[in-house]
């Protein structure tokens, strides 16, 4: 089956720095997302992402968060001064078409540790 | 807004007994119901939907789920655990008007020898 790949599996900053989390998405998806889980809590979407623009955010994805799909097969979440409460493991995910209906196939995570 | 309960965190079973993983849901209208399954150094793994018709929904892996409106419940069973089983569970909602998905806190299922 095809996956989604995810750089780095572990990722440590230190409060303040911007870090850049990279997703490959299955090649012939055209719709992309990421999640997140803190720790202990419910993996939660962050944001919808398609023809180069996002379709929906959660109230998560602040003024903090981008992404960008940069070339034809990354796609990437950037936090521009992480916190602290954005230790999390992040999951991309992609689909063919758009709505639940839709499978997600998610990459395996990038855990994010913010010092 | 929709939201999902997993009420066991933890649950231990031996290799061949059967399962079952409680999730219960809420939503104004009929939702649609996921389970996913994630192994260790793995991503989330659909293991199966539901989105109408008949209630018993199977999956892969053996795995099934029955869709129980009046409990506003989507427990996931199999009835008969394999080592290999051991991951943790997440089930999940999401409604016809987007392509988000609602996630509940998860379910590590660990199997005894």
């Known amino acids: 089956e095809p996956e989604v790949t995810q750089t780095p599996s572990h990722q440590v900053t230190q409060m303040g720095q911007e870090v850049i989390l990279r997703c490959v998405p299955i090649?012939?998806?055209?719709?992309f997302y990421w999640y997140r889980q803190i720790l202990g809590q419910k993996v939660e979407f962050l944001v919808s992402?398609?023809?180069?623009?996002?379709?929906?955010k959660s109230e998560i994805f602040d003024d903090q968060f981008s992404v960008e799909r940069p070339d034809g097969s990354n796609f990437t979440l950037k936090i521009r001064s992480t916190k602290l409460e954005d230790s999390a493991m992040y999951f991309c995910?992609?689909?063919?078409?758009?709505?639940?209906?839709?499978?997600?196939?998610f990459g395996s995570g990038t855990q994010l540790s913010v010092l | 807004a929709q939201s999902v309960t997993q009420p066991d965190i933890h649950i231990t079973v031996s290799e061949g007994a059967s399962l079952e993983l409680r999730c219960n849901y809420s939503y104004g209208a009929t939702p649609y119901l996921f389970w996913y399954v994630q192994s260790p150094g793995q991503g989330l793994q659909l293991l199966l939907k539901y989105f109408s018709g008949d209630t018993l929904v199977q999956g892969i892996k053996g795995f099934e789920a029955e869709f129980k409106r009046s409990q506003s419940s989507f427990n996931l069973r199999k009835p008969s655990v394999h080592w290999s089983d051991a991951a943790e569970y997440f089930c999940a909602v999401g409604v016809s008007s987007g392509d988000k998905l609602t996630f509940g806190t998860g379910t590590r299922l660990a199997v005894r020898p």
């Open positions: 995910a992609s689909s063919e078409g758009s709505g639940v209906g839709e499978k997600l196939f």
């Open positions: 090649s012939n998806h055209l719709y």
């Open positions: 992402f398609y023809n180069n623009e996002i379709s929906e």
